[in-house]
């Protein structure tokens, strides 16, 4: 079978992209072909044969007159429809699987990959086709936000959404307008959605319910893995250390908490607000063995966040490393939960958050069967996940009109 994957950055970027290649590496190792498109650069590192891909476009850190050059091409880019155009009549792929596309690749590729009469499949990593600014949350009030939705999107501009930018969020509303009035987004025939809670999202901003599939983000599997180490107990916050991620409520509750130490592993805004709580031993951005062995050896997990996260890889590392999680209850995040492998608390409400906490820490015996229950429990393997989406791709290359 032939693969086009599909991203703006081709380059290890953040989530999408580690997903994206290692669906891809396995799926070259199981004997597919696959290639790549998206944006140049000098840190690409996937490619097609004919090696055809779109300028490289930084709006976020353009000045005024490259952003008014740029924002025809962010919302409708003849550059990236004509040059995947070229991809697939070199390549000929039987499926085309988009990733993140938005702002600079653009929905339009959507049209162009239509007249070659390929199925699409596309992965849902975050709300961009129901919210402008594709975060549902609003910067300024550090709250949820779904004010666009219904199609509402001159709130996006009245918010300034996209980077406290008047004219950026002009652009993402004008976008999105601009694609569900086409309803551009039902020509994909699959969307691969990592929660319920993403579907539903979707779902209601006007995507065919037949039209998606739920498949949880696979991790790493992790082999033979060595029994805990429990000389220091400690419970463990890995990600970014901002506001969203509900750093401020939990950082509270390590307060209250003297007596049980917390590792944060991780960079972020709120990183100087760590400094002065005795019991953090703030570690900073960690990875790889490193970051492994810490999740390993922690008696549990925290996932805090305080807006809606589709799947978070940080839930299901922590499951497949034998580690429970204490997770808040928004997005898609409680749905990795099960009775066994965590704890699930109301967002915001520090005291709830605290009451998990203690059940874990009091109860060596609980944490220790809930470890053994998330080793037995994790599925999420890049080979279980590939073989789902290789069935996927066969359904639709089969029923193509």
């Given at each position: 079978?032939?693969i086009?994957?599909?991203?703006k950055?081709?380059?290890?970027?953040g989530?999408?992209?580690?997903?994206?290649?290692g669906?891809?590496?396995?799926?070259?190792?199981?004997?597919h072909?696959?290639?790549?498109?998206?944006m140049?650069?000098?840190?690409r590192?996937?490619?097609n044969?004919?090696?055809?891909?779109?300028?490289n476009?930084d709006?976020?850190?353009?000045?005024?007159?490259?952003?008014?050059?740029?924002?025809?091409?962010t919302?409708?880019?003849?550059?990236a429809?004509?040059?995947?155009?070229?991809?697939?009549?070199n390549?000929?792929?039987?499926?085309?699987?988009?990733?993140?596309?938005?702002?600079?690749l653009?929905?339009s590729?959507?049209y162009?990959?239509?007249?070659?009469?390929?199925?699409?499949?596309?992965?849902?990593?975050?709300t961009?086709?129901?919210?402008p600014n594709?975060?549902?949350?609003?910067?300024?009030?550090?709250?949820i936000?779904?004010?666009?939705?219904?199609?509402?999107?001159?709130?996006?501009?009245?918010n300034?959404?996209?980077?406290?930018?008047?004219?950026?969020?002009?652009?993402?509303?004008?976008?999105?307008y601009?694609?569900h009035?086409?309803?551009?987004?039902?020509?994909?025939d699959?969307?691969?959605?990592?929660s319920r809670?993403?579907?539903?999202?979707?779902?209601?901003?006007g995507?065919?319910?037949?039209?998606?599939?739920i498949?949880h983000?696979?991790?790493?599997s992790?082999?033979k893995l060595?029994?805990k180490?429990?000389s220091?107990?400690?419970?463990?916050?890995?990600?970014?250390?901002?506001v969203?991620?509900?750093?401020?409520?939990?950082?509270?509750?390590?307060?209250?908490?003297?007596?049980?130490?917390?590792i944060?592993a991780?960079?972020?805004?709120?990183?100087d607000?760590?400094?002065?709580?005795s019991?953090?031993?703030a570690?900073?951005?960690?990875t790889?063995?490193?970051?492994?062995?810490?999740?390993?050896?922690?008696?549990?997990?925290?996932?805090?966040?305080?807006?809606?996260?589709?799947?978070?890889?940080?839930?299901?590392?922590?499951?497949?490393?034998?580690?429970?999680?204490?997770?808040?209850?928004?997005?898609g995040?409680?749905?990795?939960?099960?009775e066994?492998?965590?704890?699930?608390?109301?967002?915001?409400?520090?005291n709830?958050?605290?009451?998990?906490?203690?059940k874990?820490?009091?109860?060596?015996?609980?944490?220790?069967?809930m470890?053994?229950?998330c080793?037995n429990?994790?599925?999420?393997?890049?080979?279980?996940?590939?073989?789902?989406m290789?069935?996927?791709y066969?359904s639709?290359i089969?029923?193509?009109?």
């Open positions: 079978m032939k086009l994957m599909v991203n950055f081709l380059y290890p970027a989530g999408a992209e580690t997903y994206m290649f669906l891809g590496n396995f799926l070259k190792a199981s004997g072909q696959v290639e790549y498109f998206g140049d650069s000098e840190d590192c996937v490619s044969t004919i090696d055809c891909y779109t300028e476009i709006f976020r850190n353009a000045g005024l007159s490259d952003k008014l050059k740029s924002s025809l091409k919302i409708y880019s003849k550059e429809e004509s040059k995947i155009g070229k991809v697939i009549e390549f000929k792929p039987d499926i085309v699987h988009l990733n993140n596309i938005n702002f600079q653009t929905p590729i959507i162009e990959i239509k007249k070659h009469n390929i199925p699409i499949v596309q992965t849902v990593h975050d961009q086709i129901a919210c594709h975060r549902m949350y609003n910067e300024q009030t550090e709250k936000c779904t004010d666009c939705f219904g199609g509402n999107y001159m709130n996006c501009i009245k300034k959404c996209v980077h406290g930018s008047a004219l950026k969020s002009a652009i993402a509303a004008y976008e999105s601009y694609y009035k086409r309803d551009t987004y039902n020509l994909v699959c969307y691969v959605c990592p809670f993403i579907s539903d999202v979707i779902i209601n901003a995507v065919k319910k037949d039209k998606i599939k498949l983000n696979y991790c790493k992790y082999d060595k029994p180490d429990k220091r107990k400690y419970a463990l916050y890995f990600g970014r250390l901002s969203e991620k509900g750093i401020k409520t939990l950082i509270e509750v390590c307060r209250e908490l003297p007596d049980i130490e917390f944060f991780g960079t972020g805004p709120l990183a607000l760590c400094n002065d709580v019991n953090i031993d570690v900073g951005f960690k790889g063995d490193e970051l492994t062995e810490l999740i390993r050896n922690a008696m549990f997990s925290i996932c805090p966040s305080e807006c809606n996260e589709n799947c978070p890889m940080s839930i299901i590392e922590s499951i497949a490393l034998g580690t429970p999680v204490i997770c808040s209850d928004l997005g995040a409680p749905e990795l939960i099960t066994n492998t965590g704890e699930i608390f109301k967002a915001y409400d520090k709830d958050l605290k009451k998990k906490m203690l874990l820490y009091s109860n060596t015996e609980l944490l220790d069967k470890s053994e229950e080793i429990s994790s599925t999420n393997t890049v080979k279980k996940y590939s073989e789902a290789i069935g996927i066969q639709l089969e029923n193509k009109g």
